[in-house]
């Protein structure tokens, strides 16, 4: 989780798994599942080797997907709004939604067993009760969630504060 770019026009950041974690999750199926379908092999097995390996191959595949997906987020404030971008190895996403009806990001945190992981989202104040949109499928731990929300949350009361100094003020004729 990072801020790719910030800038009083643009905030872009982008919320996904560093590699070394990736590795860490998916490295012991494929180095044990290796090993174990290697030695069906040369014990002679060669159907189970071939299905062992299989079934493990598409257990990494899986996995492979869901713990590789970024989230880009990007904020216009020349074009007023907000893209979600959501990419995978077999698909790309984007919502698009008018930046005047994001309202903040928050934090929503979930303890359990002994541990807090947060999770952030996005909240739009035109829907009745407010639309919340998760920016990640998995919740972390640690203080990086609540750093891109005040970077979002600062970003977006700096536009504001922009549109109410640039908005045209109403000029009274007087006698």
């Known amino acids: 989780m990072r801020v790719v770019e910030s800038s009083p026009d643009?905030?872009?950041?982008?919320?996904?798994?560093?590699?070394f974690a990736i590795w860490?999750?998916?490295?012991?199926?494929?180095?044990?599942g290796?090993?174990?379908t290697l030695a069906m092999l040369l014990g002679g097995?060669?159907?189970?080797?071939?299905?062992?390996?299989?079934?493990?191959?598409?257990?990494?595949?899986i996995g492979h997907y869901f713990i590789t997906r970024t989230t880009h987020l990007r904020l216009e404030r020349d074009a007023g709004r907000v893209s979600v971008?959501?990419?995978?190895r077999f698909e790309k996403r984007t919502c698009v939604?008018?930046?005047r009806d994001l309202d903040s990001a928050e934090v929503s945190q979930n303890i359990g067993?002994?541990?807090?992981?947060?999770?952030?989202t996005l909240v739009f104040s035109s829907t009745r009760p407010a639309t919340r949109v998760p920016l990640s499928a998995w919740a972390v731990s640690g203080g990086g969630v609540g750093d891109l929300v005040d970077a979002i949350n600062d970003w977006l009361t700096c536009w504001r504060d922009?549109?109410?100094?640039?908005?045209?003020?109403?000029?009274t004729a007087g006698p």
């Open 24 to 32: 860490f999750m998916l490295g012991p199926f494929v180095l044990f």
């Open 97 to 99: 939604f008018p930046l």
């Open 113 to 120: 067993h002994g541990r807090s992981t947060s999770r952030m």
């Open 85 to 88: 971008r959501r990419c995978s």
């Open 10 to 19: 643009v905030l872009e950041i982008e919320i996904a798994l560093p590699g």
């Open 162 to 171: 922009a549109n109410l100094n640039n908005s045209p003020e109403e000029e």
């Open 45 to 61: 097995e060669f159907l189970e080797a071939l299905s062992t390996g299989m079934i493990l191959a598409i257990i990494v595949f």
């Open 34 to 36: 290796g090993l174990v």
